[in-house]
C-alpha cells in the first residue's frame, strides 16, 4: 500500500478454493472507498464488479492478485491469474454462460452472470486472456 | 432537536474507564480519554451492547421517568409486546393489562395490535413492486440508524413505514379522544420499552417529523410496581383484550415479525454484530431469494433488550404459553387503523466515515493513517482508548488523539530519549575541580 503524488494504491493475494475468505479483498476496498468519501453509488458499483472478478479467480483459476489503484479522477483494479485462461471471450461475455462444474453451482456459484455483471456496473471492462497463462481482468469506474 | 441526540449516556462517577465498552461496540463509539469513556455522538445508534457489557453499570439509557405521568391529566400505556413475558406471576396477556391499569393508566393500547398494523400493512407492499428486494423492516430504531450512518445503498430498501409502537400511538389516542371526548394535548402516550433504541426514536425520529408517543419508561422502571399488583389480581376482574393476538405477541422474540408475514423468502437476523454481517453481504448483491429481511439489533429481539429485566431465555420459553392461549390475531383492523402510515420525512445518509470532504486531503489522511498503522504494535490492545490500533490511526489522522497515547510507542520514544541522554552525557565535561576530589571529599 502506497501513495505517490494523489494516488492509493492496495494489493492482495486471493487464495484458490477459498469460498470462506473469497471477497475479502473487494470487502476492504469497500472500507477503503467510505473512508475517502467516494459516492456510495460509485463505490456499491465498483466493488461488486471487483468481487465477481475475485470470485471468478477463485472459481475457475486458482487464485490471483488483485492490484487496485485510486486516483481523484477513476478507480481501477487490475485482478489477475496465472490458471487455464477463457478460450473463447465473447461467449464468457453472454449471460448464462458458464463453464462451472456441477460441485460449484451446488454453491450458488455458476450461473454465468459475473462477468456480464461486470460490464453492467463497470464504466470501463477489459478481458485480456491465453489459453494455458492466465487472465487480466481490469475493472475501471470514472469518479465524475 | 439535537441532531445527534442518542438515549445512552454515560455515568462519569461510575465508570473506571475499562476498555470493556471500546471493544464491543459494533460502529466504534467509544473512546476512552483521561480515564473516563466518551462516546462520539455522532457514530452512536443505541444499540445498547455497551450497556450490556459495562461491568460497572456506567452506561445509561436516558428514559422518562414515574413523575413525568403526571404531567398529563390522562394516561395511556402502551405495553411492548416483550412486556408479557417479564413476569412469572403474570399467566396472561390479560393480567399485565390488568395490572397496567391498577397503576393508574386510564387506557392500554397493546403495541402488538400496532405490529398487527404494520404486519398487514407490509402485506399488501410486498403484494406490488415499489420496493427494492429485499425489503429490510424498519421496526428497530438501532438497524434504522445503522443503515443511515453506514448502509445508505440499503436505504431504497428499508420499509418506510412507521413502527408498530407509532402505530399504537396514533390509534391509542385517537380512540381515546374520541370516546372521551377530550383534547390530545391533555394525554399522554407513555411506551412501556425493553429498548433505549426506542427513547431516541421518540425524542429524535428518523423518517418521521415527530413521534406521536409523549414518553418513554422502561420495563426496569415499571418492573416492580406491576409485579406487586400481579400479585393482587382476581381472575374475574381481569378486562377483556381482543385488540392483539399471538401474530402481534410473538414481534417480542426474533423471528416474530417474519412469521406475521405471508411470505417464505424471509430472512430474520438477530443481534447488531451478525445484523452488519448481513448487510455486507447485501451489499455486495450476494443474497438473493431473499423478499423480506427482518433485522433485530438485540440478540433474541427485543426481549434480549437492555431494558428488559427477565432472562432472555426465560422470557422467549414464555412465548409458547401464549401460541397455546391466544388466537391468532386481535380484532380485525379497520382501514382508519391504517392511515397515516407511511413516513413523512425522507432518510438522508449521514456520512460519519470518511477522513475529508476533499477527496485528495482524504488519500493523504489514509495514507498516513496505513504508515501509522505500520508504527503501531498492531495489539489491539485498548490501552490508548481506541478499540484497535487502527482505529487510533485514524484518530491520529482525524486530529483527536496523538500517536504516543499508545503506550508501546511512548515507551519507544522515552527509551529513545533516555539512550541519546546517556549519549549526551558521557559527552560532558568534567565539572571543574571535580577531577582533584579525592574520595570521601565533599
Ligand atoms: N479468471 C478466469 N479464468 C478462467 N476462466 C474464466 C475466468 N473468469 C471467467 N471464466 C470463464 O468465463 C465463464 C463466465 O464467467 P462468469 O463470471 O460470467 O460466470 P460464472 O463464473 O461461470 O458464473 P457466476 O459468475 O454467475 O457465478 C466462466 O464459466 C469461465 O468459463
Ligand atoms: S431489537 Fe428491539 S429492543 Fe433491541 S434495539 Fe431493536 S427494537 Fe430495541
Ligand atoms: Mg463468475
Not at chain 1, 486458482?62 to 487455464?84: F, H, Q, R
Not at chain 1, 464468457?92 to 462444474?101: K, L, N, Q, V
Not at chain 2, 433505549?196 to 429524535?204: E, G, I
Request: aromatic share 6%.
Amino acid at each position: 500500500m502506497g501513495l505517490s503524488g494523489q494516488k492509493v494504491t492496495l494489493r492482495y493475494t486471493i487464495a484458490a478454493e477459498d469460498f470462506i475468505s473469497a471477497g475479502e479483498a473487494s470487502s476492504h476496498v469497500k472500507k477503503t472507498l467510505n473512508k475517502l468519501g467516494i459516492r456510495h453509488e460509485l463505490i456499491k458499483r465498483f466493488t461488486i464488479a471487483m468481487y465477481e472478478a475475485e470470485i471468478n479467480t477463485v472459481i475457475h483459476a486458482s487464485g490471483g492478485e488483485a492490484y487496485v489503484e485510486i486516483t481523484p479522477e477513476k478507480l481501477m483494479v487490475k485482478i489477475s491469474d496465472n490458471g487455464p485462461g477463457i478460450p473463447d471471450i465473447e461467449k464468457a461475455m453472454m449471460e448464462g454462460w458458464s463453464t462451472a462444474p456441477e460441485h460449484i453451482r451446488e454453491m450458488g456459484f455458476g450461473a454465468g452472470m459475473g462477468l456480464p455483471n461486470m460490464k453492467r456496473y463497470a464504466d470501463d471492462l477489459a478481458v485480456e486472456s491465453e489459453v494455458g497463462v492466465g487472465t487480466v481482468v481490469t475493472i475501471t469506474v470514472y469518479l465524475s | 432537536m439535537d441532531d445527534y441526540y442518542h438515549s445512552v449516556v454515560l455515568d462519569n462517577k461510575l465508570c473506571k474507564g475499562c476498555t470493556n465498552c471500546i471493544k464491543k461496540c459494533p460502529t466504534e463509539a467509544i473512546r476512552v480519554r483521561n480515564g473516563k469513556a466518551i462516546i462520539i455522538n455522532e457514530k452512536c445508534i443505541d444499540c445498547g451492547e455497551c450497556l450490556r457489557t459495562c461491568p460497572y453499570k456506567a452506561k445509561i439509557a436516558q428514559t422518562d421517568t414515574w413523575d413525568d405521568l403526571s404531567k398529563f391529566k390522562y394516561r395511556i400505556a402502551l405495553p411492548a409486546p416483550s412486556l408479557y413475558m417479564q413476569f412469572a406471576n403474570a399467566p396472561s396477556k390479560e393480567h399485565v393489562i390488568k395490572a397496567l391499569q391498577m397503576l393508574g393508566f386510564d387506557y392500554v393500547y397493546e403495541v402488538a395490535r400496532g405490529a398487527e398494523i404494520v404486519t398487514s400493512i407490509t402485506n399488501k407492499i410486498l403484494k406490488t413492486e415499489s420496493y427494492q428486494r429485499p425489503v429490510i423492516s424498519s421496526a428497530c430504531p438501532a438497524v434504522v440508524k445503522l443503515i443511515q450512518l453506514n448502509y445508505p445503498n440499503l436505504i431504497p430498501n428499508l420499509l418506510k413505514i412507521k413502527s408498530p409502537m407509532e402505530m399504537a400511538a396514533i390509534n391509542a389516542k385517537k380512540e381515546f379522544c374520541e370516546e372521551h371526548n377530550v383534547s390530545p394535548s391533555e394525554v399522554g402516550v407513555f411506551f412501556i420499552s425493553p429498548c433505549a433504541a426506542k427513547m431516541t426514536a421518540v425524542k429524535s425520529p428518523i423518517g418521521i417529523s415527530k413521534s406521536n408517543v409523549d414518553g418513554v419508561l422502561s420495563i426496569k422502571t415499571v418492573y416492580f410496581r406491576m409485579f406487586k399488583q400481579l400479585a393482587k389480581i382476581k381472575d374475574e376482574e381481569l378486562p377483556d383484550s381482543n385488540q392483539a393476538g399471538y401474530k402481534g405477541v410473538r414481534w417480542a422474540a426474533d423471528g416474530g415479525e417474519a412469521v406475521a408475514l405471508n411470505t417464505e423468502k424471509i430472512l430474520a437476523v438477530d443481534g447488531i454484530h451478525n445484523v452488519i454481517k448481513i448487510f455486507e453481504e447485501l451489499e455486495n448483491d450476494s443474497i438473493e431469494d431473499v423478499d423480506f429481511i427482518e433485522a433485530s439489533a438485540c440478540t433474541g429481539g427485543c426481549l434480549g433488550g437492555p431494558l428488559a429485566v427477565e432472562n432472555m431465555f426465560v422470557a422467549t420459553a414464555r412465548t409458547k404459553k401464549f401460541k397455546e392461549s391466544l388466537p391468532s390475531h386481535g380484532l380485525s383492523i379497520a382501514d382508519s387503523e391504517m392511515e397515516e402510515y407511511e413516513f413523512d420525512c425522507p432518510i438522508i445518509h449521514k456520512d460519519v466515515t470518511k477522513l475529508d470532504t476533499d477527496i485528495s486531503e482524504a488519500m493523504r489522511k489514509y495514507d498516513r493513517m496505513v504508515s501509522l498503522c505500520d508504527e503501531l504494535p498492531a495489539l489491539d490492545c485498548g490501552a490508548c482508548g481506541a478499540p484497535s490500533c487502527k482505529a487510533l490511526a485514524e484518530d491520529i489522522v482525524r486530529g483527536i488523539a496523538d500517536i504516543t497515547d499508545c503506550i508501546f510507542v511512548l515507551r519507544r520514544k522515552v527509551r529513545k530519549l533516555a539512550e541519546e541522554m546517556m549519549a549526551l552525557e558521557s559527552r560532558m565535561p568534567p565539572v571543574i575541580g571535580e577531577e582533584n576530589k579525592k574520595d570521601g571529599d565533599i
